[in-house]
């Protein structure tokens, strides 16, 4: 056997161990930036719902987990130019985003809700309807991409829409009173009035489930890319059994003191 042909069997050799390396492990696309869901710290570590979720899963298929941080509005490009496998990020299952990605079944739920200053006069309102019509002339902020975003450009045009890349400097401008209003899922708000800097705000006493409005989404799933059809099969078995069994709600109550899986269909 001459070297050329020595040479071309290692070399498959070695794309074959690559390969084999890489079987076993589902790497997780996830924001990092947005608590209780999803926190990375300096060293790349993530903790949250998001990646106990993630950890769950991968328990349950039998492969080990790798997080991948990326902004939330960068994470769909990401997931089709296959830096990661799926995507665990709180991210609702909206019509335009099962365009670009499959999702899996749902898992979760999000209560959608306003946080003020206490001395706002949308502090007191009580419905939706009127919520909405005070919110024209407001300056509103959401997070880039999400949700929360869109619901505002459909149903409260007239509103000042403010995005930010993160919730952290959406709320550092609340805070500083740069915004009139802050929406996001009621969780992530939470952390925020828990804060010092959180003292003077509260909810608007308005719930806005996701089946309010289709903007909102069909809950929460796991995005995978379109051509991963059998990663998708394997992953919403896994998710109903999760769900079914409680681990995912047992989750949810660690970190948001409430059940918000949502059982298959």
């Known amino acids: 056997m001459n070297f050329k042909v020595l040479s071309l069997i290692a070399l498959l050799a070695g794309f074959a161990g690559s390969a084999c390396a890489a079987e076993g492990e589902l790497s997780i696309g996830t924001e990092g930036a947005y608590p209780p869901w999803s926190m990375a710290d300096a060293a790349g570590n993530v903790t949250g719902f998001d990646a106990d979720v993630g950890n769950l899963l991968c328990t349950k298929l039998q492969m080990k987990c790798h997080f991948v941080v990326q902004a939330f509005d960068g994470l769909i490009p990401a997931l089709k130019a296959k830096r990661f496998d799926v995507i665990i990020s709180g991210m609702s299952i909206t019509a335009d985003r099962k365009k670009e990605i499959n999702f899996s079944v749902g898992y979760?739920?999000?209560?959608?809700?306003?946080?003020?200053?206490?001395?706002?006069?949308?502090?007191?309102?009580?419905?939706?309807?009127?919520?909405?019509?005070?919110?024209?002339?407001?300056?509103?902020?959401?997070?880039?991409?999400?949700?929360?975003?869109?619901?505002?450009?459909?149903?409260?045009?007239?509103?000042?829409?403010?995005?930010?890349?993160?919730?952290?400097n959406l709320q550092i401008d609340l805070a500083s009173g740069?915004?009139?209003?802050?929406?996001?899922?009621?969780?992530?708000?939470?952390d925020f009035?828990?804060?010092?800097?959180?003292?003077?705000?509260?909810?608007?006493?308005?719930?806005?489930?996701?089946?309010?409005?289709?903007?909102?989404?069909?809950?929460?799933?796991?995005?995978?890319?379109?051509?991963?059809?059998?990663?998708?099969?394997?992953?919403?078995?896994?998710?109903?059994?999760?769900?079914?069994?409680?681990?995912?709600?047992?989750?949810?109550?660690?970190?948001?003191?409430?059940?918000?899986?949502?059982?298959?269909?």
Request: charged share 30%.
């Open 108 to 168: 979760a739920d999000l209560a959608n809700m306003f946080v003020v200053p206490k001395t706002s006069d949308l502090a007191g309102i009580k419905d939706v309807d009127s919520l909405l019509k005070a919110l024209d002339g407001k300056t509103v902020g959401v997070q880039t991409g999400t949700t929360h975003a869109h619901f505002i450009e459909k149903r409260v045009p007239k509103a000042n829409l403010k995005t930010y890349d993160t919730l952290d």
């Open 178 to 190: 740069r915004v009139d209003a802050a929406f996001a899922d009621a969780s992530a708000l939470q």
């Open 193 to 265: 009035l828990a804060k010092p800097d959180g003292k003077d705000f509260q909810f608007v006493d308005v719930k806005i489930p996701g089946k309010f409005d289709p903007s909102l989404g069909e809950g929460l799933g796991v995005g995978i890319a379109k051509e991963n059809t059998d990663l998708k099969a394997k992953i919403d078995k896994a998710l109903c059994a999760l769900v079914a069994d409680g681990s995912i709600g047992k989750a949810s109550k660690k970190w948001f003191k409430s059940d918000i899986s949502r059982p298959c269909d």
